[in-house]
């Protein structure tokens, strides 16, 4: 056992010696191998050293010469400013020289006007002694003091300037007076002249022409039921005569008349006619022309550039359509006063779309749905106000015909635009032949008398132009022609306004030169 344990101590030695041995050999190859890399670390660090103090050799040099340019820069500027401040000392040094010498001028200057001020004073003197003297000599000859003969002097003034004044007063009303007629003439008729309007002329009778006789019999119907059916619903008399292909259509009313025409096309051109289809066809035929008059209404307001018109009152406009006044067209007539009173209030440099709408609207009361009481303008006023329409707009409207105060500017000039179109020549009450005949017969009047070589009749009747002859005819009878003729025309026609009656009388003298 004890040698067991002697082996295993010996082991145990041995095995220590072992690692001691082993542990001093790695001892010291750790120490070669740490001052070796203690060696490498120290030359690299000598190495960034040396790169470092580089840099900072090339940095601190950049730097010097960034700060050497700065400072080269900065001299640069002073230099620039001491030389502006010695230009500067050189200019004020000027000035004050220059300021120096006139000063100088200016003490003789002075010394000068003291000196012409004396002697003007002293020279005021000697004339205010020469003037009273010369107002006593003049006190002594008149026998009136400066106050009395200054006293006449006004009073003979004052008489005489409010004699001028007078005078120019006068003159100046009657060249007023003068100049406002011929500007409202010249304002008239340049808004009749940029006005085209169609003459039209509505009657009472429609001809509805047919495609052959037969369809007379089949409208007259058995016992003549379908014929009567029409007249009870549309409330037109239908005058079937010996007129060839065509039957008449007879009614105060012209949207009666419409309403029977369409619905006798509706019925003729589909074939069937019985009391029956005829009552759904007139039916049809009313609501139909109801929206055709909106859009009447539509148009008419978007040709003439009014907006935000109130639809009841459009619908009245499309209806005028089928209105007549005096045998003219209303719509054509309202249409014809809105672009003369737009002409017109421009002229005179009112607002024009206020006088174009107060035009369009101003027979309104025409056309109601219900018969008014009261006049055409004042119902017209009445419905304008109740669709809140501007005042001026409803005054004019209520007194174009003078039933109502007028209360602006727009309420004549749509009474005389609508005087305009009520009068122009083949307007109202005549057909364009009598229209034609009456120009003739003026021209044929003019021709009648001695003298006379051409006539014109010009300005749709308006003017009558007569060319007489200088040889048969002196100045004193081309008057007396120009007013025996105005007489002749005065009795023996009838006219709407007036007519201009001109007598040319001209004299030539033509010669040759060769």
Do not use: W
């Not at 002097?153 to 003068?178: C, F, P, Q, Y």
């Not at 056309?367 to 055409?376: A, I, R």
């Not at 304008?384 to 007028?406: L, Q, R, S, T, Y």
């Amino acid at each position: 056992m004890s040698t067991v344990v002697v082996s295993i101590i010996a082991g145990i030695v041995g095995l220590g010696v072992g690692v001691l041995v082993s542990t001093t050999i790695f001892t010291k190859k750790l120490q070669r191998r740490s001052l070796k890399v203690l060696q490498e670390a120290e030359e690299k660090a000598e190495i960034i050293k040396k790169e470092k103090l580089l840099a900072a050799k090339e940095k601190f040099f950049q730097m010097k010469s960034e700060h050497e340019k700065q400072i080269q820069e900065r001299n640069n500027k002073i230099a620039q400013t001491e030389q502006k401040i010695k230009e500067q000392q050189r200019s004020v040094s000027q000035k004050i020289e220059e300021l120096q010498k006139k000063n100088n001028e200016y003490n003789i200057a002075k010394d000068n006007l003291t000196r012409q001020q004396e002697r003007l004073a002293a020279r005021q003197q000697e004339v205010e002694k020469t003037y009273r003297q010369n107002v006593e000599r003049l006190e002594q000859i008149a026998g009136l003091s400066a106050a009395q003969a200054k006293e006449q002097l006004m009073e003979t003034l004052v008489d005489e300037a409010r004699s001028e004044a007078a005078g120019k007063i006068m003159d100046i009303v009657e060249e007023a007076k003068l100049t406002a007629n011929q500007q409202a003439k010249k304002i008239i008729i340049q808004s009749i002249q940029r006005t085209a309007a169609e003459v039209a002329i509505e009657n009472t009778v429609t001809v509805f022409n047919l495609e052959n006789e037969e369809i007379k019999g089949r409208i007259i119907g058995r016992e003549g039921r379908n014929i009567r059916t029409i007249e009870n619903l549309t409330g037109v008399e239908i005058i079937i005569d010996d007129s060839p292909d065509a039957i008449l259509l007879s009614c105060f009313d012209p949207v009666r008349r419409e309403i029977a025409r369409l619905s006798l096309h509706k019925l003729v051109t589909d074939g069937r006619i019985h009391p029956a289809r005829i009552e759904e066809v007139v039916t049809k035929t009313r609501k139909q022309l109801e929206q055709e008059v909106a859009e009447i209404g539509k148009k008419t307001c978007i040709d003439l550039g009014i907006v935000n018109l109130h639809p009841e009152l459009i619908r009245m406009v499309g209806k005028m359509k089928y209105r007549s006044s005096y045998g003219q067209n209303l719509l054509q007539h309202s249409r014809e006063v809105a672009n003369l009173c737009a002409t017109m209030a421009s002229e005179l440099g009112l607002n024009a779309k206020i006088a174009k709408r107060a035009g369009l609207l101003h027979d309104i009361g025409k056309v109601p749905d219900n018969e008014p009481e009261l006049p055409h303008a004042l119902a017209g006023m009445k419905l304008a106000e109740k669709f809140k329409e501007k005042p001026e707009v409803c005054n004019a409207i209520g007194a174009h015909h003078d039933e109502a105060e007028m209360e602006s500017l727009y309420a004549p000039i749509v009474q005389v635009c609508d005087a305009i179109s009520g009068a122009r020549p083949g307007a109202r009450r005549e057909v364009v032949e009598a229209y034609i005949n009456r120009l003739n017969k003026l021209e044929e009047l003019a021709m009648s008398y001695n003298g006379v070589m051409k006539t014109y009749a010009i300005q749709a009747g308006r003017e009558l132009r007569v060319l007489v002859s200088a040889e048969k005819i002196s100045d004193a009878e081309a008057s007396q022609l120009s007013f025996d003729l105005s007489k002749q025309i005065q009795t023996e026609m009838v006219f709407p306004g007036m007519i201009k009656v001109t007598v040319i009388r001209e004299t030539r003298a033509v010669n040759f030169a060769k």
